[in-house]
């Protein structure tokens, strides 16, 4: 009996997804509602393959100032599309086919406005989306057999904007690159403290032979 908790306890499976937005200058305001930008904002595959094997629906919460701000998918290509004029914050909530499964969210900042001032609106779309990995621990049968049966897309391939490997090996240099400079800079501290060390050594024995003088 422990035996088998145990082997579940370490069964863990890791589902890869991409979600993000991705939005557009119209060119101009739009009169009859100051839109500004189209955009869409989106849950997809890492590995192109269809979510809703396991995955039952993606709910996406909008800014309280559209109409329905709370959109449900049930199917894929998991994403909605909208206009406006302003950057907020959308919940992205996935549902599982197995209802004891715990919902998982995400938290997507909606761009519309490119950041530099070199790069001019409306000349391409801003992109931003992001990796990241759903967490099974102990999953139940029926999620086993969903999460272990991929299933091809019915409709193309998912291209990613983002080279997420480059992403990943640029985190990594970087990673190392501070390693090594943390290291350098303790070295540096080590060597400060052991010549204030030394030189208080100093101290205490002059200290120790204007004593025995006097």
């Known amino acids: 009996m422990s035996e088998a908790k145990s082997a579940k306890s370490s069964h863990v499976i890791i589902k890869p997804i991409v979600f993000g937005s991705v939005s557009r200058y119209l060119g101009k305001k739009r009169e009859e509602d100051g839109h500004t930008h189209s955009w869409t904002v989106y849950v997809k595959p890492y590995l192109n393959e269809d979510l809703s094997v396991y995955v039952k629906r993606v709910q996406f919460k909008l800014h309280d100032s559209y109409v329905n701000p709370v959109r449900t998918v049930s199917r894929p290509p998991y994403e909605i599309s909208e206009t406006g004029w302003g950057e907020f914050e959308i919940q ?6 197995d209802p004891q499964e715990k919902p998982v969210t995400f938290y997507h900042l909606l761009k519309l406005f490119f950041p530099g001032p070199d790069l001019i609106q409306g000349k391409k779309p ?4 992001h990796y990241d990995e759903i967490l099974f621990q102990e999953p139940s049968a029926l999620m086993i057999e969903a999460l272990n049966t991929p299933k091809a897309l019915s409709f193309g391939v998912y291209k990613h904007d983002t080279d997420f490997e480059a992403v990943k090996q640029k985190t990594y240099d970087d990673l190392v ?21 030394n030189k208080l050594e100093q101290l205490k024995a002059e200290l120790n032979k204007y ?4």
Request: aromatic share 2%; hydrophobic share 40%.
């Open 92 to 97: 992205i909530k996935l549902t599982f086919v």
């Open 126 to 129: 801003l992109i931003l989306e």
């Open 177 to 197: 690159l501070t390693r090594r400079r943390v290291q350098e800079e303790t070295e540096k501290l080590r060597d400060v403290l052991k010549s204030k060390q």
């Open 211 to 214: 004593e025995v003088a006097t």
